[in-house]
Structure formats: structure tokens, C-alpha cells
């Protein structure tokens, strides 16, 4: 994708956005409400049309993706018309029914429906109705109709909320293995940035829609947030310096002070520290 653009009206929303996915490749994408998140995936998955800049999916623009092509995609929205009176594995078979003919000798499409109930822990309930699942068992089989036909990408927007710290736990051991040993491309939009960090590969930051920082969740914290912040005291007395790297300034300290070193306290940049400078200078701009 390089040069995107949307307007809607007399207002840019997004601004030279570019960024590319590698094949596995897990990549979330930040931003405050309003930053141009969901825009982009909707363009990406072929919802929205741009204004401008070029687009490319599994090598096709998304404008004019066909069957064939959406086939290969996955997308898992925040949230969808229920089906209530269906259950379970009724209509995760029924669904990986519209899958079957896009099969190929590199893809076998869909999951097998009892595969993928186990693979998103819904299997005590693949018998129940819809409409009876709790709020975190309904967004497991959001996920897995996202990924029934066995996508090569998939988009996530938002995907755990209301999921319980288990759940959530479990949906990100399922997205590493999806990257991992299927190959998938995953892009997810989160304001979880402790599951961004988890999670990705690569991280981007849109604000007031462009991607101002890009790279994984070290490389932003060393980029951005600056450096770590050391705290001692010595005979009493307290000290504080802030330090590019720690840990060969904590050696110098002990190899300096010894046994009279106390209270050592280490601070290091988070992404969340990352997150907020970016979001506040851009506000500033």
C-alpha cells in the first residue's frame, strides 16, 4: 500500500498512508479514536473504496477483488448481525460450505468444523444455540468465522474484547499459531497495547490518519520513549539518571559502589510510554 488516501467531503482523514505485510507477518496497527484505523482496514478489505494511492491484497486491488480472491481473505469486525437460533457447529459447517470450491492443491479450504471449534475453545458448546453463548464464547466464534475458510490474510479489528484474561491468553496463542504453521498474514487494530506487544511482529502508530512510527514494540520504546531511568542510593543519599542502557550502567554502579548501593531501582520505557508521546506531539502539531 503506498500513497493512500481518503476523503470524505472537504476532510483528508488519511494522509500518504504506506505499509507493507510480509507472508506470517503479525501487524498491529495503534491509534486514538478517530486516527483512520478502521478506514484503512476497510480499504484494505475491499469495504471502502480510497480516494487515492495504491493498494494491493494478495497481489490484487481490493477495488476489484472478486470471489475468488475474497476467498482468501478473513475479517473478524467488532461486531455482526446475530444468528441466534443456530448453533454452533451448525453454521460453522454451513458457512465452510461456501469455501469448499476455492480449495487448492496449497490450500485446503475450510477447517474442518470440529477443528476449529477446539482450536477457539468452543467445543462444550458446539451444540448450543447463538443466542445462549456468553458475551467472550460469541467473540471466540466471531474469530472463528474469520477463519473458516482458512484465510492467507486476516484482518482483526478489535478482536478480544470482552474476552476474560484466559480467553484472551488463548486467542493469542491461536493468532501466533494461524502466523506460525499456516502461514497467515495477520493485521489487527487494538487499543490493548500490552496485547499489541504480544502479539506483533510490527507495530504502526496512526495519528490523525498517518502512520507516524513504525517497527517492533523495542524499536519504538528505544525510538520514542527515550531513555531508562535509573534510581539509587548511596550513604543515604538518593541519585537519579536517565540512561540509554541499564543494564551495563547498573553494572558500572555496583562495580563502583559495591555493597553501599541500595534502593536500585530500574525504569524502562513501555509501549504504552511510546504511545502516549507519539499520540501528544501529534496533537502539538
Known sequence: MDGLRMRYGGTDVLH??????????????????????????????????????????????????????????GVVLQSWRDHGKWRVRELLAHLGEYYAPYST???QRPWDADELIAAVGLTEHAGQKIKTLSGGQRRRLDVAIGIVGRPEVLFLDEPTAG?????????HELVARLAAEEGTTVVLT????????????????????????????AELTRQIAGEDEVRWTVDGQ??????????????????????ALTELEVRR????????????????A
Do not use: C, M
Open 238 to 259: 538518593r541519585f537519579r539518571e536517565s540512561v540509554a542502557e541499564s543494564t551495563p550502567f547498573v553494572r558500572r554502579l555496583f562495580g563502583r559502589y559495591g555493597e
Open 163 to 171: 474476552f476474560d484474561p484466559v480467553a484472551r491468553h488463548e486467542f
Open 190 to 217: 487494538t487499543h490493548d497495547l500490552d496485547e499489541a506487544g504480544k502479539l506483533a511482529d510490527r507495530i504502526l502508530v496512526l495519528a490523525a490518519g498517518r502512520i507516524v512510527a513504525a517497527g517492533t514494540e
Open 105 to 107: 492443491a496449497a490450500v
Open 269 to 284: 520505557a513501555t509501549l504504552e510510554d511510546t504511545y502516549l508521546t507519539l499520540v501528544r506531539q501529534n496533537e502539538v
Open 16 to 73: 500518504d498512508v504506506t505499509l507493507r505485510a510480509r507472508r506470517g507477518e503479525v501487524l498491529a496497527l495503534l491509534g486514538p479514536n478517530g486516527a483512520g484505523k478502521t478506514t484503512t482496514i476497510e480499504i484494505l478489505e475491499g469495504f471502502r473504496l480510497r480516494s487515492a494511492g495504491q493498494v494491493r491484497v494478495l497481489g490484487v486491488d481490493p477495488a476489484e477483488g472478486d470471489e475468488r480472491w475474497r476467498a482468501r481473505l
